[in-house]
């Protein structure tokens, strides 16, 4: 069945989303292909790479000029756009396995596009099957579910309206509490609103350095960014190693009364300062760099004996 006008009206709209105007794969800039059974939208090098994987793996389409389906173009909506999609294919890329750039060569594209969709080396641990025979279809079954376990969460808010994109990196965390014989396997659950990301675990470990980034959209009406730590463990529950609020109003009204940060040089705009009511180690300042609205924070870890965390957030306007 091929689309209705309006389908392809929706698909159009989608691509125009901020998180959408670059590839997936490498950044490149305006990119017109998109891989319809994973969800994502990718520049014509990347293209190349997607269809040496197979239709199986990934249906490449060019977004102006293929005809699409309206299931095709429904797959599309129910990922959500390359950030989310991303926040599942390239949860824990670890340290060392470089993300490809718009001038990568095509031996660095293939290398990660072929870990990242065909063997899913980045993915969620609960995501991944156990063992490599049961891992093709049984995989991309519990990816496509967690999707739409995301999706089904998005509808029960109603027509929510997003004023903005907020990266999250998490950088590292420090003397945390120990909850096995001599340390600790440390995990972070980020929330915002509906939205829950999780970071890779950290074995034995309790000076983790994770140093991984997540994209979360901040709805209109938003509260605090919520990290809880976790022990992992195999054979029983996990345990609680501490948790803490970020408060991002400072944040986003100081992105928002400067306008375009790339209108100015590096500059200090705006601080949230340390207080009795906030778990702040030091005053966090809000600066300006490189044309981007950063914030540096460094947290107390609450209800735990001991454990600081420090995170880095950058707000990104949808119009960016």
């Not at 396995?97 to 899913?120: A, L």
Request: hydrophobic content about 35%; some cysteine.
């Amino acid at each position: 069945m091929k689309h209705s006008s309006s389908g392809k009206r929706r698909l159009n709209d989608l691509l125009l989303k901020s998180d959408n105007r670059g590839c997936a794969d490498c950044g490149a800039p305006d990119p017109k292909w998109a891989s319809a059974n994973i969800g994502v939208f990718i520049c014509l090098k990347c293209c190349g790479v997607h269809r040496s994987l197979g239709t199986h793996i990934s249906k490449v389409l060019s977004v102006t000029l293929d005809e699409w389906s309206d299931k095709e173009i429904e797959k599309m909506f129910e990922v959500g756009g390359n950030a989310s999609a991303n926040s599942i294919y390239e949860a824990f890329v670890p340290e060392g396995f470089s993300k490809p750039g718009p001038n990568s060569s095509h031996e660095q594209r293939s290398k990660f596009i072929r870990s990242k969709y065909e063997h899913h080396e980045f993915i969620k641990p609960s995501l991944r099957s156990s063992s490599t025979a049961g891992r093709g279809s049984d995989q991309s079954q519990k990816i496509t579910d967690s999707f739409r376990s995301s999706s089904s969460s998005q509808r029960t808010e109603g027509m929510v309206e997003y004023i903005g994109l907020l990266k999250v990196k998490i950088i590292k965390g420090t003397d945390l509490a120990i909850r096995d014989v001599m340390s600790s396997d440390p995990y972070v659950i980020l929330t915002l609103g509906q939205q829950k990301f999780q970071t890779s675990v950290k074995n034995s470990n309790s000076n983790p350095v994770w140093n991984e980034e997540f994209m979360l959209s901040v709805p209109q009406h938003f509260g605090p960014l919520k990290l809880q730590l976790f022990d992992y463990d195999t054979f029983s529950a996990d345990d609680t190693m501490g948790d803490v609020e970020v408060d991002i109003q400072p944040l986003i009204s100081s992105a928002v009364s400067i306008g375009d940060p790339s209108m100015y040089g590096n500059m200090q705009i705006g601080k949230w300062q340390k207080s009795q009511d906030n778990a702040l180690i030091d005053d966090s300042s809000i600066d300006i760099i490189d044309g981007k609205v950063i914030q540096t924070v460094s947290l107390k870890l609450q209800n735990v004996e001991s454990g600081e965390i420090q995170i880095e957030l950058e707000w990104m306007p949808l119009d960016q």
